[in-house]
């Protein structure tokens, strides 16, 4: 059975941790950050991190 190739897209965009977790950029902050409040701002700057059921399809895909 041929190896599973890695799902190119996915990992330019996450990066599994030590512990087997993804960690990814959260969505909206390209542009219009204007009309955001601080608050807003703020959390979608940081980084999060997928675990559970959506982990282990996001690992499968990445060949971990």
Known sequence: MPKQKTHKGLSKRVKVTASG???RK???????MG???AKR???LGSSTVKEGTVGR???SALGC
Request: glycine letters at 10%; charged letters at 45%.
């Open 41 to 43: 701002r703020r959390r």
């Open 35 to 37: 009309s955001k409040n």
């Open 21 to 23: 977790k993804i960690k």
């Open 26 to 32: 959260r969505a909206g902050a390209g542009h219009l």
């Open 57 to 59: 399809k996001y690992r």
